[in-house]
């Protein structure tokens, strides 16, 4: 399998990601977006995997490699290709498929637990995980569910922490199982902005506590890659005709068809997203 990751901050290194790579014998290229002219074509890999990052996706003048990133994800999906979008990347998932981005009145910043929907507890890209489990997060913006995915997971903050396409070949989780407890802890220790409050935030201290004594989450992110792995190659096998599955063809075929309309619009204009300012929000 080709996996390419698409970075966007040097820090925040999906590093769970790259040790399933590893350990499965898969090729691994990345490119930072914030310093790459040019981006990989669709045909360049197997599994996009779109990291998380501190930007607001609506500020497109202070990030004017996003309209480029949101062609990528629209051809990948227009080809047929899968795709992994964690935190930024699964708002930018939902917004190349037609779902709206905006500042959430919540954050969320700690380990927090999430909720399987019941759609998720049969999803095989969730085959393994537990009805509810807890996962670190760090973001203050939240989206809308696209048409023609569905509701995986859940929490009280962010009612959107899994989606997926009726293929699953598009799978956004607003949690980070990539992160190991190093470098969330590097991370945490290194935050210079003004540290949030709110229901859902752990003060500083507490959180370096709780990461140092909480289960590595490499754990769930080996148990989607596996997941997802499984649905790539089952993606390639001939599948017995029946209507229900005319019927997921029709909704992912919706789904291709608003990505390849995507990719022609967005060469001449960006989303117009809720330019509302906020605090450095998702990683």
Known sequence: MRIHLLQHEAQAVSTNVLAWAAQNGHAVT???VLEADVLPDAGDFDLLVVAGGPQHIWEKDKNPWLGNEKKLLAAAAAAGKHVLGICLGAQLLAEVLGGRVFANPLTELGWCAVQ????????????????RFTMFQWHSDHFSLPEGVTRLATSPAAPNQAFADADGRLLGIQFHPDFDCGLIEDMVRSETEKWPEGPF????????????AIEEPVWLMELLLDNMAQAMQSSNAPEPRSHQNDDCRD???????????LCSRLAVEE????PRQKAKQVR
């Open 30 to 32: 990345r490119t930072d």
């Open 116 to 131: 399987l929907t019941s759609a998720g507890l049969t999803s095989p890209l969730f085959r393994g995980v537990p009805e």
């Open 201 to 212: 935030v752990t003060p500083r201290e507490t959180l370096l506590q709780e990461t140092a």
């Open 251 to 261: 909704q992912s075929r919706g789904l291709d068809r608003g990505a390849e309309a």
């Open 271 to 274: 989303t117009d997203n809720q």
